[in-house]
Structure formats: structure tokens, C-alpha cells
């Protein structure tokens, strides 16, 4: 995982690249202080793909620069029972090195295991009803676990990620918790960047070309000239690319 790498190879920081991380460090220390004053509490949701674990290593830094008295932000992974084999390790990497706590949130078993002895393991590729059914016992209602009590989460959505995300805000107060994209502007080069210049560990799946990293029987690498999000559910139609969301960031 080194300069060399499929994943070195992209880091290309744009011009600005220092005006924006400046930003995203300021959207996040203000999140980070506001509620530590107001005794709130705010969370990371991490794929453990790679602008995740850049959001990871800032609040890490800032963790250490503000050496607040209670540091009110945390990380959950929802470990949906198909994460690929290098989701899993990294997941254990990182509870074991980081100065944040995480939590692991999993499907609720009987549902799960219902919907695959009803429809099959692979019944998310039949239609895409059944897809989104799989997601909401995999994702959506492990994210509703996930969330309860804390006043807003942080993402790694980007508006260059597909234009269902074009017009995604650093700080989205749209709903009753907020959600903080602090990488919003950022390019793809700009997060390899960040992940070679200061060497924070990796999904080494991004090493194989998977720049969007799901669950193991809904992703797939991608290739030259192919968006972010095309190794997710390529089966499904490419008329309407906003259904191609597993339904955690659709609005209320």
C-alpha cells in the first residue's frame, strides 16, 4: 500500500487541495466543540471505505489538538453479515489502533436470516424491490439502532460521487439530525491524497479497483472511465441512477 499502488497512482490532490482541507477541518472542530459545550452527542458512519477513513484520521487529529474533556464523537460500522473478507480485517485494524470508540451494528438475525430462506442469497439481483428489502434489514434498520440519541452524524458523501449526490451540503440541517458531509468538494484524488501523504490504513479492495466499496455480492470493481458508484448493483437499470442508494441517505 505505498506509492505504487493502484490506489497511489490516482492520489492526485486538486489545486485548492489546502483551502479544502482547511474547511473540512473547520466544519468538523465546530461540529466537534459545539456539541461538546452543548453535552451532545454526534457519530461517524464508516463503510471503511476511503473517505471514511480520512474523516476517521481528522477527527483522530482533532481528537488530539482540542484535548477536550469528553470527546463527543464516536464511529459505527454496520456490519451487515456480506462485508467482503478486507472490510472485515481493516474493521478489526481500526477498533484495535484508534483513539475513537467504535461500534459494530449487525442486522437483526431472525430477519435476515427469514428473507434469505424466503427469496435466496442472491435475491437482491431478482428485482429491485427485493434488493431494497435486503438493504433495509442489512443497513437502514441497523442505521436507526446506529443514530438513536445522538443529535448528528457524519458522512462521507461527496457531490462528484453521482449526481444523486450533486447537491449534497457540508452541513445539512434539512432534517431533525444533523448530518455533516465535511468532504463534499473533495475529488477522488483529493482522498487518495490525504490516505498516501499521511499514511492512514486502507481498504486494500481500493487497490483492485473498487472505489465504492458495499456488501460483497453487491459490488464489484470498476473500470477506466466508469463512475464512482458503477460497481454497485450493475445489474440493475441505468435509467434512474438515484435508486442506486441502499436507502441510508434517502431523505425522510
Avoid at 137 to 150: D, F, N, Q
Amino acid at each position: 500500500m505505498g506509492s505504487l499502488s493502484a490506489l497511489g497512482l490516482q492520489a492526485n490532490a486538486s489545486k485548492n487541495f489546502a483551502e479544502k482541507l482547511a474547511n473540512t477541518q473547520a466544519v468538523l472542530r465546530h461540529a466537534l466543540q459545539d456539541h461538546a459545550l452543548s453535552n451532545r452527542k454526534l457519530t461517524q458512519a464508516s463503510s471503511l471505505g476511503a473517505e471514511d477513513v480520512v474523516i476517521t484520521h481528522l477527527l483522530e487529529t482533532l481528537k488530539a489538538e482540542l484535548g477536550l474533556a469528553a470527546f463527543p464523537a464516536d464511529v459505527f460500522v454496520l456490519n451487515t453479515g456480506k462485508l467482503h473478507a478486507e472490510t472485515l480485517a481493516l474493521l478489526a485494524l481500526s477498533e484495535a489502533t484508534s483513539t475513537l470508540a467504535w461500534r459494530v451494528f449487525e442486522p437483526v438475525q431472525e430477519q435476515a436470516i427469514h428473507f434469505v430462506k424466503t427469496n435466496g442469497e442472491l435475491a437482491m439481483r431478482e428485482s429491485l424491490d427485493l434488493r431494497k428489502a435486503c438493504c433495509h434489514i442489512r443497513k437502514v434498520e441497523p442505521l436507526g439502532r446506529a443514530l438513536m440519541g445522538y443529535s448528528a452524524w457524519i458522512t462521507g458523501m461527496r457531490s462528484e460521487q453521482s449526481a444523486a449526490r450533486a447537491d449534497v451540503h457540508a452541513v445539512d440541517t434539512s432534517e431533525a439530525r444533523t448530518k455533516y458531509n465535511p468532504l463534499v468538494d473533495w475529488t477522488w484524488g483529493d482522498v487518495l491524497h490525504y490516505i498516501v501523504t499521511n499514511n492512514v490504513p486502507y481498504n486494500a479492495l481500493h487497490d483492485k479497483f473498487y472505489p465504492s466499496i458495499g456488501c460483497e455480492p453487491c459490488t464489484r470493481a470498476v473500470s477506466l472511465g466508469e463512475d464512482f458508484r458503477a460497481g454497485r448493483w450493475w445489474w440493475e437499470s441505468k435509467e434512474g441512477e438515484s435508486a442506486k442508494e441502499c436507502g441510508l441517505h434517502v431523505k425522510a
